[in-house]
Protein backbone atom coordinates (compact mmCIF):
# COMPACT_ATOMS: atom_id res chain seq x y z
CA UNK A 1 0.00 0.00 0.00
CA UNK A 2 0.86 3.44 -0.90
CA UNK A 3 1.20 6.04 1.77
CA UNK A 4 -1.47 7.59 0.53
CA UNK A 5 -3.87 4.23 0.67
CA UNK A 6 -2.72 4.25 4.52
CA UNK A 7 -3.75 7.59 4.78
CA UNK A 8 -7.27 7.41 2.91
CA UNK A 9 -7.55 4.21 5.10
CA UNK A 10 -6.94 5.87 8.34
CA UNK A 11 -8.93 8.74 7.65
CA UNK A 12 -11.88 6.09 6.62
CA UNK A 13 -11.77 4.34 9.78
CA UNK A 14 -11.36 8.12 11.73
CA UNK A 15 -14.31 9.06 10.37
CA UNK A 16 -16.73 5.96 11.20
CA UNK A 17 -15.20 5.91 14.88
CA UNK A 18 -15.51 9.55 15.15
CA UNK A 19 -15.66 10.39 18.78
CA UNK A 20 -15.73 8.68 21.96
CA UNK A 21 -19.83 7.51 21.67
CA UNK A 22 -19.06 5.81 18.62
CA UNK A 23 -16.50 4.05 20.01
CA UNK A 24 -18.56 2.74 23.11
CA UNK A 25 -21.00 1.89 21.13
CA UNK A 26 -18.23 -0.55 19.47
CA UNK A 27 -16.74 -1.65 22.73
CA UNK A 28 -20.26 -2.43 23.64
CA UNK A 29 -21.43 -4.47 20.77
CA UNK A 30 -18.21 -6.57 20.70
CA UNK A 31 -19.06 -7.30 24.33
CA UNK A 32 -22.79 -8.17 23.63
CA UNK A 33 -20.95 -10.78 21.47
CA UNK A 34 -19.17 -12.11 23.71
CA UNK A 35 -21.94 -12.56 26.60
CA UNK A 36 -23.80 -14.60 24.13
CA UNK A 37 -20.81 -16.78 23.18
CA UNK A 38 -19.44 -17.21 26.69
CA UNK A 39 -21.21 -16.04 29.78
CA UNK A 40 -25.09 -16.44 29.21
CA UNK A 41 -26.39 -19.72 30.97
CA UNK A 42 -30.00 -21.54 31.09
CA UNK A 43 -31.87 -18.64 32.72
CA UNK A 44 -29.62 -15.74 32.06
CA UNK A 45 -29.95 -15.04 28.16
CA UNK A 46 -29.82 -11.76 26.11
CA UNK A 47 -27.57 -10.02 28.19
CA UNK A 48 -26.36 -6.47 27.40
CA UNK A 49 -23.37 -4.16 28.48
CA UNK A 50 -24.61 -1.69 31.11
CA UNK A 51 -22.83 0.12 33.83
CA UNK A 52 -21.59 -1.94 36.78
CA UNK A 53 -19.82 0.99 38.81
CA UNK A 54 -18.01 4.36 37.85
CA UNK A 55 -15.70 3.51 34.71
CA UNK A 56 -17.00 -0.35 34.62
CA UNK A 57 -18.84 -1.79 32.35
CA UNK A 58 -20.48 -5.45 31.54
CA UNK A 59 -22.29 -8.22 32.36
CA UNK A 60 -23.08 -11.07 35.03
CA UNK A 61 -25.13 -14.43 34.69
CA UNK A 62 -25.85 -16.79 36.94
CA UNK A 63 -26.24 -20.87 35.91
CA UNK A 64 -28.18 -22.68 37.87
CA UNK A 65 -27.58 -25.53 36.71
CA UNK A 66 -24.32 -27.28 38.50
CA UNK A 67 -23.78 -30.01 35.89
CA UNK A 68 -23.64 -27.14 32.76
CA UNK A 69 -21.47 -25.05 35.35
CA UNK A 70 -19.15 -28.50 35.55
CA UNK A 71 -18.53 -28.46 31.77
CA UNK A 72 -15.94 -25.60 32.60
CA UNK A 73 -12.36 -26.99 32.51
CA UNK A 74 -10.79 -24.50 34.54
CA UNK A 75 -9.28 -26.40 37.14
CA UNK A 76 -9.51 -24.10 40.37
CA UNK A 77 -12.74 -23.07 39.18
CA UNK A 78 -14.23 -26.72 38.58
CA UNK A 79 -12.71 -27.77 42.12
CA UNK A 80 -14.40 -24.91 43.81
CA UNK A 81 -18.07 -25.63 42.00
CA UNK A 82 -17.64 -29.24 43.00
CA UNK A 83 -17.28 -28.13 46.47
CA UNK A 84 -20.28 -26.15 45.77
CA UNK A 85 -21.96 -28.92 44.84
CA UNK A 86 -21.57 -31.33 47.36
CA UNK A 87 -22.13 -28.87 50.04
CA UNK A 88 -25.48 -27.38 49.15
CA UNK A 89 -28.27 -29.38 48.61
CA UNK A 90 -29.81 -29.24 44.90
CA UNK A 91 -32.86 -27.94 46.65
CA UNK A 92 -31.65 -24.81 47.78
CA UNK A 93 -30.72 -23.65 43.92
CA UNK A 94 -26.67 -23.14 44.28
CA UNK A 95 -25.43 -21.30 41.49
CA UNK A 96 -22.10 -20.22 40.22
CA UNK A 97 -21.73 -16.05 39.06
CA UNK A 98 -20.03 -15.41 35.01
CA UNK A 99 -18.95 -12.21 34.66
CA UNK A 100 -17.09 -9.85 32.00
CA UNK A 101 -16.41 -6.85 32.72
CA UNK A 102 -14.48 -3.64 31.03
CA UNK A 103 -12.86 -1.11 33.25
CA UNK A 104 -12.23 1.91 30.60
CA UNK A 105 -9.69 4.02 31.82
CA UNK A 106 -9.62 6.15 29.02
CA UNK A 107 -11.14 5.90 25.79
CA UNK A 108 -10.44 8.01 22.68
CA UNK A 109 -10.20 8.17 18.76
CA UNK A 110 -5.94 8.67 19.77
CA UNK A 111 -5.70 6.11 22.54
CA UNK A 112 -6.92 4.35 25.60
CA UNK A 113 -5.89 1.97 28.20
CA UNK A 114 -8.59 -0.76 29.00
CA UNK A 115 -8.93 -3.55 31.56
CA UNK A 116 -10.71 -6.48 30.45
CA UNK A 117 -11.67 -8.92 33.54
CA UNK A 118 -13.44 -12.01 33.29
CA UNK A 119 -14.70 -14.03 36.44
CA UNK A 120 -16.24 -16.91 37.86
CA UNK A 121 -17.70 -16.66 41.00
CA UNK A 122 -18.70 -20.27 43.23
CA UNK A 123 -19.65 -18.20 46.45
CA UNK A 124 -22.91 -19.04 46.12
CA UNK A 125 -25.49 -17.08 48.19
CA UNK A 126 -23.74 -13.93 47.44
CA UNK A 127 -20.84 -14.05 45.84
CA UNK A 128 -19.32 -12.19 48.47
CA UNK A 129 -16.16 -14.29 49.06
CA UNK A 130 -12.79 -13.55 47.32
CA UNK A 131 -11.67 -16.78 47.64
CA UNK A 132 -14.20 -18.70 45.76
CA UNK A 133 -13.63 -17.00 42.74
CA UNK A 134 -11.25 -17.29 39.84
CA UNK A 135 -10.19 -14.00 37.85
CA UNK A 136 -8.45 -13.04 34.80
CA UNK A 137 -7.73 -9.70 33.81
CA UNK A 138 -5.84 -8.65 30.08
CA UNK A 139 -5.06 -5.18 30.03
CA UNK A 140 -5.25 -3.74 26.75
CA UNK A 141 -3.65 -0.15 25.51
CA UNK A 142 -4.09 0.84 22.19
CA UNK A 143 -2.50 4.02 20.18
CA UNK A 144 -4.66 4.38 17.40
CA UNK A 145 -7.98 3.10 16.08
CA UNK A 146 -6.82 0.58 13.69
CA UNK A 147 -5.10 -0.98 16.45
CA UNK A 148 -8.40 -0.23 18.86
CA UNK A 149 -10.37 -2.36 16.30
CA UNK A 150 -8.09 -5.06 15.42
CA UNK A 151 -7.45 -6.17 18.79
CA UNK A 152 -10.23 -5.49 21.20
CA UNK A 153 -12.02 -8.93 19.79
CA UNK A 154 -8.63 -10.64 20.82
CA UNK A 155 -7.96 -9.00 24.09
CA UNK A 156 -11.62 -10.15 25.24
CA UNK A 157 -11.73 -13.85 23.81
CA UNK A 158 -7.98 -13.63 25.60
CA UNK A 159 -10.24 -12.82 29.08
CA UNK A 160 -12.68 -15.19 28.07
CA UNK A 161 -10.37 -18.57 28.22
CA UNK A 162 -11.61 -18.84 31.71
CA UNK A 163 -14.94 -19.82 30.54
CA UNK A 164 -14.12 -22.51 28.01
Given at each position: ???K??Q??????R???G??A?L???????M???YY???????????K?I?L??????A??I????V?????????A??????????????????V????????D??TV?K???????I??????D????N??F???V?F?????A????E????????????L
Amino acid sequence: MSDKQIQEWQEKIRSSFGDEARLLEYLFQTMDNFYYRYIETTTDKNLKTIPLAPHIWGAKSIENSMVDALKLQNPVAKKGIIELAKSVPKAQGPGVQYELLCNIDELTVDKGKLQIVSIINWGWPDFGDENRTFKKTVKFEYHDLAQFRKELALKLEEACEIFL
